[in-house]
């Protein structure tokens, strides 16, 4: 239904149930209650004869992002789809540039990105052009496989050398030009190895990531794939570069990784193996399962590899003042820096409807615990999160295969 001039609305003879609302109107972003869980949204019981009063609504305002996009032999470019990228911080302090707007440009190479929740973004094109019915490369190499290179504005491959841009309703960003280019596509294969048996690796999926030089990582596009029955797995039409692939299942309803693989390509196809089920690498009398290392070439290391399940368990309730609290964010952090670059050392969690949480699989050793609200940028992800809220912190010492009981005030961040 429509709202009246000044917004209010009424839904009569409603029978008694539950239901849902959405709310929507050009210029601002859907808002629906039920699904806002930073707004404690919830459906909306009614009980025979009941009638519900003054239940308002908040919508918020969104922006627009408008350009043209030309090819490197200065040809307006039609059909090639554009995307405006938000940051958001993931365990490792990394930060995932993830689409949360999509287009295509028109005849003229032009394109606008509208409804855009206001925040700052990067804007890229590239891939296939797409005609009715089908996607081709416009212009083909010798090779074939050629797409037009991931670009973003002002015309760069690399998220470390692109421009924010920050989307307002009074901030016009209306005149984003930049070229793309032609590049070849490649494939990476492989299988996943492990010495738990295959049976362990039931319903498991493989993700890709590329990775920038900055850190940055995006989904490839084909980001997920599931394991073919002899544990092998492909992913196409992706660029040079470096890539992440990690191996997920989920392990009592929360998904979980179980190993890792980087994987670069130049200027050919690659194979790469993903190995699960490592707890100790020691080499040259060290541990590098929890840190990153380099090798001069022509150096040999050796490492003994050991396999382990002494994971520890954390759980307890949250409160807010003397009440148990919902949907609060529950985070789990190394108090070593070195380990907060590893993401696998960071887990969280939310609390249920009684303000209780569980965190299954941590690896021992020292941790923060924070109970925050939700973000839409994950921010406590932050390599710096810790030190600028270590005042709301809780200290915890996870020791192998044990499990304690940790209860949580619900703090504010600070901006």
């Known amino acids: 239904m429509r709202t009246a001039r000044d917004g209010t609305f009424m839904f009569p003879d409603l029978p008694a149930g539950t239901y849902g609302v959405t709310v929507w109107r050009n210029g601002f972003s859907e808002f629906s209650p039920q699904k806002d869980r930073d707004s404690q949204g919830r459906y909306i019981t009614l009980k025979p004869g009941q009638k519900l009063e003054n239940l308002d609504l908040r919508l918020n305002p969104t922006g627009v992002i408008a350009g043209q996009v030309s090819d490197e032999d200065q040809e307006l470019v039609q059909g090639l789809e554009v995307f405006a990228l938000r940051i958001n911080f993931q365990p490792g302090g990394r930060k995932q540039v993830s689409a949360s707007g999509r287009t295509l440009t028109d005849d003229l190479g032009n394109f606008r990105l509208s409804n855009l929740v206001l925040g700052s973004y990067y804007v890229s094109a590239g891939g296939l052009i797409h005609q009715p019915m089908r996607e081709v490369g416009l212009k083909q190499g010798p090779a074939g496989g050629m797409h037009y290179r991931n670009t973003l504005y002002p015309g760069t491959p690399s998220l470390d050398e692109a421009q924010a841009l920050r989307v307002d309703p009074d901030l016009a960003t209306n005149d984003i030009r930049f070229t793309v280019s032609t590049e070849r596509t490649y494939t990476i294969t492989g299988k996943v190895l492990t010495g738990v048996g295959q049976r362990a690796l039931k319903d498991a999926e493989v993700s890709c990531e590329r990775v920038d030089a900055a850190g940055y990582t995006f989904e490839a596009a084909e980001s997920t794939v599931r394991l073919e029955g002899d544990l092998s797995f492909k992913f196409s039409s992706l660029y040079a570069g470096d890539y992440t692939l990690s191996v997920k299942k989920v392990i009592r309803d929360r998904m979980t990784a179980l190993g890792f693989a980087s994987v670069r390509i130049v200027d050919s196809n690659v194979h790469a193996d993903v190995e699960v089920g490592r707890k100790k690498a020691v080499c040259g009398g060290r541990d590098y399962a929890g840190r990153v ?121 600070e901006q």
């Open 293 to 413: 290392f380099s090798l001069a070439i022509g150096t040999t290391l050796e490492c003994d590899v050991t396999l382990g399940n002494d994971t520890g368990v954390i759980h307890g309730e949250v409160r807010s003042g003397e009440i148990p609290t919902a949907g609060i964010v529950v985070v789990l952090i190394p108090q070593s820096g070195e380990l907060r670059r590893v993401s696998r050392y960071t887990l969280t969690t939310k609390t249920d409807a009684g303000g209780h949480y569980n965190i299954a699989g941590v690896i021992p050793g020292d941790y923060l615990v924070f109970a925050v609200p939700s973000s839409l940028d994950h921010g406590h992800f932050a390599l710096d999160f810790s030190e600028r809220h270590t005042a709301i912190a809780e200290h915890v010492s996870v020791e192998p295969g044990s499990t304690q009981a940790v209860n949580l005030k619900s703090s504010k961040l």
